[in-house]
């Protein structure tokens, strides 16, 4: 085997200590120093990068969903849906898909109690033999606002006071009763759901249309929801939710942990709505509305598939802190929709981990794809990609690779003025 393409492992560990470049290491218990009680040398080496390394292990905080747990498993198509999209992952039933599931506290820091009432995050990334799919939802199918250019305020709205560092309703209510449409929103949050027991008993809500799209190019808005096997708990009241999180503030996680650890694999079933964008005018709201749900007795649930986390993550910083996700990363036959929201996430999430986590962070191995594949994105910040290519270029007689198959996206024509309006109203 090729040394030179060996990706840093720790399967690749050496039976001694090592400097982070490779060289043994005969003591890590003493610095270097003048003598037996004098002054430390900055010649050491291995002293210097140690505390340099320390001094730099936390990365950015996430500005929304600081407080994660993560774990692996697989999705399993359960029911043909090919008439509504060529997803190869949804080709056909018994198909399994490898994912990895993030679930998140909206609003607050990492480390804080997971009992605090907040919106839940719910991501999957699907690793299909056609790329990854983010797919990112919460535990509350509706969200506060319908443009993004108001989601910086709706967050700070719910963070601390910016003078006390203290999180305080009156901002909240303040801020609501400036927008009727964050009303359902509102009444979910200080519902019973507003906090789950725990990551297993919790429901997930994909929020945002998207448009699934089939091999004849039809679309469908739709809507995914996740429904949890061992079916849905809240705590229900605060006084409740402090004693749970007074006695283990990382009680979702420790749970999440130790089901998957015991064998109780966390089972959530997947099903979808569906509209047809020919027939959309014949509701009484708008279905690119993120402040509306799509009333499920008008349109049906429907089963498409189970979702099971049978392993824990190996490292709790690889495979969450850097575990990055983006709805702007999807796979041929799912597209997004002209949702409002979701255009500006498209763009924001991507822009957020780039800042967070390096221009190259889906190379990172929790965030790479599992199929093939090829760019000629070289160089950047912690590009660890080894490469000896002498094209970098597209298109070049000297390099065989090609255009893929072209595969279908919504066409639809789009006209209209440019205009700042509540597309809603």
């Excluded at 598939?305 to 993550?313: D, E, F, T």
């Amino acid at each position: 085997m090729d040394p030179y393409k060996l990706l840093p492992s720790t399967t690749h560990n050496a039976p001694f200590m090592t400097t982070n470049a490779g060289a043994p290491v005969w003591n890590d218990n003493h610095s270097l120093t003048v003598g037996s009680r004098g002054p430390v040398l900055l010649e050491d080496y291995h002293l210097v990068e140690k505390l340099a390394h320390f001094a730099r292990e936390r990365i950015p905080e996430r500005v929304v969903h600081a407080r994660g747990a993560s774990a692996k498993g697989f999705f399993e198509c359960t029911h043909d849906i090919s008439h509504l999209t060529c997803a190869d992952l949804f080709r056909a039933p018994g198909v399994q898909t490898p994912v990895i599931v993030r679930f998140s506290t909206v609003i607050h820091e990492r480390g804080s109690p997971e009992t605090l009432r907040d919106p839940r995050g719910f991501a999957v990334k699907f690793y299909t033999r056609e790329g990854n799919w983010d797919l990112l939802g919460n535990s509350i199918p509706v969200f506060f606002i319908r443009d993004a250019i108001k989601f910086p305020d709706v967050i700070h709205a719910f963070k601390p006071n910016p003078k006390s560092h203290i999180q305080e309703y009156w901002r909240i209510l303040d801020f609501c009763s400036h927008l009727p449409e964050s009303l359902s929103t509102f009444s979910w949050f200080f519902d019973d759901v507003g906090i789950p027991q725990d990551y297993r008993h919790m429901e997930g809500f994909g929020v945002q249309t998207f448009t699934l799209v089939n091999k004849n190019g039809k679309v469908h808005y739709v809507k995914f929801h996740w429904k949890p096997t061992c079916g849905v708990k809240c705590l229900i009241d605060d006084e409740e939710a402090v004693k749970v999180g007074g006695s283990n503030h990382s009680h979702a996680t420790q749970d999440l942990y130790d089901s998957i650890a015991a064998g109780n694999y966390p089972e959530w079933k997947l099903y979808i709505q569906t509209i047809d964008p020919d027939h959309e005018d014949q509701f009484d709201f708008d279905p690119l509305d993120v402040t509306k749900w799509w009333p499920e007795d008008i349109i049906p649930l429907q089963p498409v598939g189970r979702l099971v986390l049978n392993k824990n993550i190996d490292n709790f910083f690889a495979e969450n802190e850097m575990l990055a996700f983006n709805p702007g990363i999807v796979v041929p036959g799912i597209y997004y929709s002209n949702d409002k929201m979701l255009q500006c996430r498209i763009f924001a999430y991507g822009d957020t981990q780039r800042h967070r986590l390096g221009p190259n962070y889906l190379m990172l191995p929790v965030n790479a794809p599992k199929c093939p594949h090829r760019n000629n994105h070289y160089d950047g910040f912690m590009n660890f990609m080894h490469r000896d290519e002498e094209v970098d270029y597209f298109p070049s007689r000297y390099d065989p690779t090609r255009h893929a198959e072209r595969y279908p996206i919504p066409s639809d024509v789009i006209t209209g003025r440019r205009e700042k309006v509540n597309f809603c109203t």
